[in-house]
């Protein structure tokens, strides 16, 4: 049976009200810039993902690495801060610093991901296709809410889930090194009108 995350993980990406969830081990195809995510360069790394995880995808479904398997490719990632610091309204597009990434199925290997990549500069020309990498996070615990609108007035969820952590008295860290947060873009952003954007914000805790 097909894998659909929106139908079998509801609890892990639909949380409409601040929720805590734990979040196991969890493997991802990754890659990092700087910069505007409204310029050339973010696109250009999306498009570099996305080759990558249908050729994972393909190997599993043809059952290159044992009983095939079938599953909806997971939405994109991307964790976020800035490097001079700004934040909210007066927040600097031109600083962000990013790592943008596809979450992968468990049984997803390093040599998976090599053979996927070996695969996919044989058939697309991809000048960044050897910036990607394959990471595996830790489990973790985090605090998450989805965001509906546009990417600008995300500020007033994350207000939501700052109040609901002073609450609790919950404690916010840094993701994979210095990120502040976590966006998972349950529609894309390419095709969806900003109004009806649905994201799901997280903030990993300590």
């Not at 949380?15 to 890659?31: A, F, G, N, R």
């Not at 080759?51 to 964790?79: C, D, F, H, N, S």
């Not at 998976?112 to 991809?126: G, R």
Request: a neutral charge; glycine letters at 4%.
């Amino acid at each position: 049976m097909k894998h659909e995350w929106r139908k079998a993980e509801k609890l892990r990406y639909l949380s409409k009200q601040p929720t805590i969830v734990e979040l196991p081990e969890t493997k991802y195809l990754t890659i990092s810039s700087l910069g505007n995510p409204n310029e050339s360069p973010f696109q250009e790394r999306i498009q570099t993902l996305y080759p990558l995880a249908y050729a994972i995808r393909m190997a599993l479904k043809q059952g290159q690495y044992g009983e095939p398997y079938e599953y909806t490719v997971y939405p994109l990632e991307g964790i976020w801060t800035t490097t001079d610091g700004s934040r909210g309204e007066t927040l600097n597009k031109d600083a962000l610093s990013y790592k943008i990434m596809i979450r992968q199925p468990d049984q997803v290997t390093l040599k998976m991901f090599e053979n996927a990549l070996t695969t996919t500069k044989s058939k697309k020309s991809l000048p960044l296709i050897d910036q990607v990498q394959f990471e595996v996070v830790p489990a973790t615990r985090a605090l998450q809410m989805i965001h509906v609108g546009p990417f600008d007035s995300e500020g007033e969820t994350f207000a939501k889930m700052t109040a609901y952590l002073a609450e609790n008295n919950l404690t916010r860290t840094t993701i994979m090194g210095d990120y502040q947060h976590r966006e998972i873009y349950l529609s894309d952003f390419r095709r969806v009108a900003s109004e009806k954007l649905k994201t799901l914000l997280q903030y990993q805790l300590e």
